[in-house]
């Protein structure tokens, strides 16, 4: 009876083992990450002063003979601040990847419903892709572009612009309008790095 138990449990571990190794050999690892981070979160400052931080939910690094790159297939958000510290410049997309080429060249794209906010000018830009030029300190687009200000509504395609959005200017604009007459009386509160209470009316 004992035997007969044994030989039982002994067939089904040999069963089990040879279904996990039928699903382990139908895996192609190269085409699976080395590395995988849920909620992302990084830190990057200088003298004390924080200058940015990065978040995101899901992180994929893979790595190949001639790039290794990052995946980020649940989107991400990059928060700029200013010399003083302050949150100037916010940047969210659906995806996004960081390619990191073997001779040191890097490149940064995001793409899906990408908003450009700079906090401090209260402009929003939307696009589809965007490309982030680390080294020469820059972001850029050949894409459909739509940014909203106080001072009007922009539209075209291409843009280009420092990374922290301060001056950005689209290459080929239409259809655009702006707010000739405004308000000098109307006193802006920047809710974001507001610190204090407020004044009641």
């Known amino acids: 009876m004992r035997t007969a138990a044994t030989a039982t449990a002994v067939a089904f571990v040999v069963?089990?083992?040879?279904?996990?190794?039928?699903?382990a050999d139908s895996?192609?690892?190269?085409?699976?990450?080395?590395?995988?981070?849920?909620?992302?979160?990084?830190?990057q400052s200088e003298n004390g002063k924080l200058q940015m931080r990065m978040e995101a939910d899901v992180?994929?690094?893979?790595?190949?003979?001639?790039?290794?790159?990052?995946?980020f297939p649940e989107g991400f958000a990059?928060?700029?601040?200013?010399e003083e510290g302050l949150l100037e410049?916010?940047?969210?997309?659906?995806?996004?990847?960081?390619v990191k080429f073997k001779?040191?060249?890097?490149?940064?794209?995001?793409?899906?419903n990408v908003v450009v906010k700079n906090i401090i000018?209260?402009?929003v830009m939307e696009t589809d892709t965007l490309y982030w030029d680390r080294k020469n300190e820059k972001i850029y687009t050949d894409c459909y572009v739509r940014m909203h200000s106080p001072d009007g509504f922009i539209q075209g395609y291409g843009m280009e612009s420092d990374e922290?959005?301060?001056?950005?200017?689209?290459?080929?604009?239409?259809?655009?309008?702006?707010?000739?007459?405004q308000d000098t009386t109307k006193v802006e509160v920047d809710s974001v790095n507001f610190i204090g209470p407020l004044i009641k009316k």
Not at 15 to 23: A, D, F, I, P, R
Not at 60 to 71: A, F, G, M, N, Q
Not at 103 to 112: N, Q
Not at 164 to 181: E, H
């Open 89 to 98: 410049t916010e940047i969210t997309s659906d995806n996004a990847r960081h």
């Open 15 to 23: 069963y089990s083992c040879k279904s996990n190794l039928g699903v």
């Open 103 to 112: 001779d040191g060249r890097e490149k940064w794209e995001a793409f899906g």
């Open 164 to 181: 922290r959005a301060r001056n950005s200017v689209i290459l080929k604009p239409f259809d655009n309008y702006a707010f000739v007459v």
């Open 78 to 82: 990059v928060y700029g601040y200013d």
């Open 27 to 43: 895996l192609n690892l190269d085409e699976a990450p080395v590395q995988t981070v849920d909620k992302m979160f990084v830190v």
């Open 59 to 71: 992180m994929e690094r893979y790595d190949k003979d001639t790039v290794s790159y990052e995946l």
């Open 121 to 123: 000018n209260k402009e």
